[in-house]
């Protein structure tokens, strides 16, 4: 074996990337620990702990070769020579920066760990979304110790979206890798651009200094997040108009500076990085004193918070202004299609504002349920959760759409408007599904930023 590396955190973000760098990298062993013990068992077994597609093979073809799991923290910690933290950084709830600012406890837990438990020199990975200047706080702890030991830290921000992990990491846009400018700096950052080399093309791994490396993690996601607030911003006005969003992102999109991508209306725009990132970096800003970059920012998650509302608010008028009593059939709870994660989802938000309206909720999901069960285990009301769609719509007025799976579009849409209450009523909030011929069934139809097809108004 070449080196050891060692993950700390066996999340959505360790997991993935270690089984593709194990996959690609036959001579390092890969280690991936966690102190939850059912985390590192299912990793172990037939059940992996996330769904993301393709996960199954790569684990099963290296899963011990050169890549294990284990519990053991402190032993992966003495026996490797690269450690990766990816342990989470959730947005801080308490004290200075609540609400706003990353929560680094997790993160300097695992700094001091890896002090308290090396015995040698160690090169020390950020692979959690960290505020900028997070290194320079780690490397002075890292370097407090009283062994004469040396750490060099080094960014390497990661940028796999969901559902689609595997094949952002087999084939990323760019690796990005940033180390401090000192010698021993870039002899680390060489160490790290040996792992990737053995299957990204040397042209698409960038180097920088650690602390770019940081922000355009966070600017990349604040990015993206942004297109998607302004095409629903847009979204609104088009309803109030006969405009229709999906012509307008198209006819955007085709411009090749802006280009086609992030710009399909949604109920918004939900998981685990865009909302805290934003709100970290709005922190960032006024922090260092600039509160006009900082609210520029923020109204990205105002917009976002908006349009979930104001989802919900169309159910309820259309619905002749009262969802009390009412049966609706949420499809879809995950935050994006082909996942089952559930964190920060628009599904949350919108389901408690349903619930509020006193509205009676058959869920359904094809991988989410559990998250969503958990989601929303303090939230009274009357919910129930329904591994099948058909059941989920039987004797509902209202279907509402709020992930993009595919299958949706696939449904019995005959069978499923003949067991549902008349009036009834499809509000698609990802505008997937065939909205004319769904009115030609029966159905009214609510799309996003599209003109309604519906029997009831003109
Ligand atoms: C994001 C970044 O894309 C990724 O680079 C980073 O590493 C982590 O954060 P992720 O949150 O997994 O990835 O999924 P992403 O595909 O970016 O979708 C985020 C949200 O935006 C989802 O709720 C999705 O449904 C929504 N979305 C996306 C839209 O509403 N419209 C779009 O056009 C695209
Ligand atoms: P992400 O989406 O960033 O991967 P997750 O919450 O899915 O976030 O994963 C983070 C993982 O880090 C969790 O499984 C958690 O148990 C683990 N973790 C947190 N703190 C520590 C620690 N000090 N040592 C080992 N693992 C940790």
Redesign the pocket.
Known sequence: MNKTILCIGAGYVGGPTMAVIADNCPDYKVIVVDINADRIAAWQSDKLPIYEPGLDEVVKRARGRNLFFSTDVFGGIKEADIIFVSVHTPTKTFGAGAGKAANLQYWEKTARDIVEHADRDKIVIEKSTLPVRTAEAMHRILQSNDKGLNFEVISNP???????AVDDLQNPDRVLIGAMETSSGQKALQAIVDIYKNWVPEEKIKTTNVWSSELSKLV??AM??Q??SS?NSISALCEKTDANIVEVSGAMGLDSRIGP??????V???????KKDILNLVYLCEFYGLPEVASYWEQVVLMNEYQERRFVQKIVDRMFNTVAGKKIALFGFA??AN?GDTRE??AIYISKLLLEEQGQLAIHDPEALDNAAIDLKDVEGDYTFEEDPYEAAKGAHAIAILT?WKHFCDLDFERLYHSMQKPAFIFDGRNILDHKRLHKIGFNVYPLGQKALSHLEK
């Open positions: 990661e940028f796999m979206a969901e559902g689609t990349s996601n993206l997040a297109r998607i095409v991508k992030f710009l399909n209306a949604s918004g725009f939900g998981g685990s990085c865009f935050f994006k996942t989802s628009p993009e």
